[in-house]
């Protein structure tokens, strides 16, 4: 087991999440089992070999040029008419669970 | 496949579009029809998860007015679409198959389905899914599990279980689903339709409810070929509003169907110039142990009939494939759970009530918000990405990334196009896989290779088992030759239908 109810716990945290006892159990069993199908990909070796985070790294670049002048086809100025409005206040709020009309209300971070 | 009651009683865009513009028919009676099959079929299926009747009304009222003023239709005009629900809809609730986001109406509209619309598509709802896209049956929703419209009893796959279902049963002419490891093609497959995810970058994903950023993408189902064409020529290229779209020109892929079945010469306007033999590649590592053997005929047959096109058959390698499936669970749960953070019941969705503080409101929100599957890879996700394992699973996943790419890299200089099965096995039953994720997990075995590249893959159907269930043929290409891969499909799909 590579997993422990401990680092189930743990990473539930991470994870902003509480989990159920019977959750907590399940989760212990299937991260084991995938985990397991996952260590296959050490018997493989990727020395010198470089991580990919994105496909779109591989086209659309000028190599000729450094950091983000590289992406300079994914620049901002390629919209045309300038920059856009932001979404309107009333509409940005309306799916809220909680607002007083004009922040969204969670409960009290600090206590006094 | 038996192509005369499902696909002649099928309707296609062009059909349709004409229908109305030569005054046979107008755009509100067939949104009638359509509404009426959909109010007769989807009790059982469940394909659906919302209507958007006011939004359909309004385009086609301006249908209509086009028609009656003798204008020119769009090319899309008055054809019934549905979207899959991890598209937003601006004032159509977008549930993403989650409970966290049951009253989520969306401000805006996702890229995609604004196109459509601005091609005169009517949006007749949104799609059921597993939740946040995450499955391969359709059984993750929380809402409902959808059924496949070919054997009730079974899964229509997944995650856009809802959209391929919803165009098998002529519930809709095309619909958008989501493709992040193989949720449009398995799907396709298992329902008997045709189902494309183009090249990453080739469609904007602004308005896609993210899983996998670096993985997810959206693409048409059809009952045919030529549609699918018809509406990635609709919905492809370049959008501010997402800075991974590329810029690179879209062909018609519509007009590319009718070219010669000979190697692309020019693969950026799929123009054909030459008189070289199409090369079709096959590797032997999609014809492994766990290829059902139906399966494994029916392709096989396919592949067998594009040699009688005129195409070589070429062997070629991909050897790395067997590790495709362990670094997509790595890759994938660790984007979903950094994308997933997000819902935390702030800002919109569910909050779990009364919280005495802020963390805890999190937590509850999140743990009453989202279902076990969901859970499950937020939680591998964040396992992938802690202090002391960030090297030894997600660099280590990217890592083999890059050589799965590269496998491709190195077969697309020998071929143009490399055809495959879509998924193992035909469809299975509703409840068969469901307590086992990692069972499930297998389903996408043919299928994640693609996206971890990028490149664009099509499944079209293929044939049937014995018990009558669809098979899929998938057909791989280069990066942003969907032209090519269109062009193959739509080749043995005639052949396969006059045969």
């Known amino acids: 087991m590579k997993v422990s109810e401990q680092d189930v716990a743990y990473v539930a945290e991470l994870a902003n999440l509480e989990l159920t006892a019977d959750e907590r159990v399940r989760m212990l069993r299937d991260l084991n089992s995938i985990l397991e199908y996952v260590e296959r990909l050490n018997g493989l070796d990727t020395t010198n070999v470089e991580p990919m985070a994105q496909v779109s790294d591989r086209y659309g670049v000028d190599v000729s040029r450094q950091g983000t002048e590289r992406f300079a086809y994914a620049s901002r100025e390629d919209i045309k008419e300038g920059l856009r409005p932001s979404l309107p206040h009333q509409e940005a709020i309306e799916n809220a669970p909680e607002t007083d009309g004009t922040f969204f209300e969670v409960p009290k971070v600090i206590e006094r | ?499």
Do not use: W
């Not at chain 2, 050897?319 to 935390?344: C, G, M, Q, W």
């Open chain 2, 1 to 499: 496949m038996t192509a005369d009651s499902t696909t002649t009683k099928l309707k296609t865009i062009e059909s349709v579009r004409d229908d109305i513009a030569e005054r046979r028919t107008t755009a509100l009676a067939v949104v009638e029809e359509f509404y009426a099959r959909i109010k007769k079929e989807d009790a059982e299926i469940g394909a659906f998860l919302t209507f958007s009747e006011d939004r359909a009304m309004a385009q086609v009222e301006r249908i209509h007015r086009l028609a009656v003023d003798g204008k020119p239709l769009p090319p899309l005009a008055g054809v019934p679409v549905a979207i899959k629900d991890v598209m937003v809809t601006r004032g159509v609730r977008t549930t993403a198959g989650s409970k966290i986001l049951e009253h989520f109406v969306p401000p805006y509209d996702c890229t995609a389905v604004a196109r459509l619309e601005a091609a005169g598509a009517v949006v007749l709802g949104k799609l059921n899914c597993d939740e946040f896209a995450m499955g391969s049956s359709t059984e993750n929703s929380a809402y409902r599990p959808v059924r496949n419209p070919r054997d009730k009893t079974r899964v229509p796959g997944g995650s856009s279980g809802g959209s391929a279902a919803a165009v098998a049963a002529g519930m809709a002419v095309a619909t958008l689903g989501s493709d992040t490891g193989g949720s449009i093609r398995q799907p396709a497959s298992f329902c008997g339709v045709v189902g494309l995810k183009p090249t990453y970058g080739r469609v904007s994903r602004y308005g896609l409810i993210a899983f996998a950023s670096s993985l997810d993408h959206i693409g048409p189902f059809a009952n045919t070929v030529k549609d699918a064409a018809l509406v990635l020529r609709t919905i492809a290229g370049r959008d501010a509003m997402d800075a991974t779209s590329a810029e690179v020109p879209v062909p018609d892929y519509v007009s590319a169907l009718e070219q010669p079945l000979k190697a692309a010469t020019d693969t950026a306007s799929g123009r054909i110039t030459g008189n070289d033999k199409l090369r079709v590649g096959v590797a032997k590592e999609y014809f492994g142990s766990g290829l059902d053997a139906e399966v494994r005929a029916a392709v096989e047959a396919a592949i067998q009939k594009l040699a009688s096109l005129g195409c070589e058959i070429v062997p070629v390698s991909l050897p790395h494939t067997k590790f495709a499936i362990p670094a997509y669970y790595i890759v994938a749960t660790a984007e979903a759970s950094a994308n997933l953070a997000r819902y935390d019941g702030v800002r919109y969705g569910f909050r779990a009530r009364p919280a005495r503080t802020l963390s805890e409101m999190y937590r509850e929100t999140r743990d009453g918000g989202f279902g076990m599957e969901v859970k499950r890879r937020i939680m591998l996700g964040t396992y992938a990405l802690s202090a002391g394992y960030y090297d030894a699973y997600y660099l280590k996943a990217q890592k083999v990334r890059t050589l799965l790419t590269r496998d491709f890299d190195d077969a697309f200089k020998k071929v143009d196009v490399i055809a495959a099965p879509t998924a193992p096995t035909a469809a299975f039953k509703l409840g068969e896989k469901v307590d086992d994720p990692l069972a499930m997990y297998l389903a996408d075995i043919y299928t994640v290779t693609a996206n971890l590249a990028g490149i664009p893959g099509i499944s079209v159907p293929c044939g049937e088992t014995r018990e009558g269930l669809p098979i899929g043929l998938q057909i791989f290409g280069r990066h942003f030759d969907e032209a090519t891969v269109l062009r193959v499909a739509h080749a043995y799909e005639r052949a396969a239908q006059s045969a």
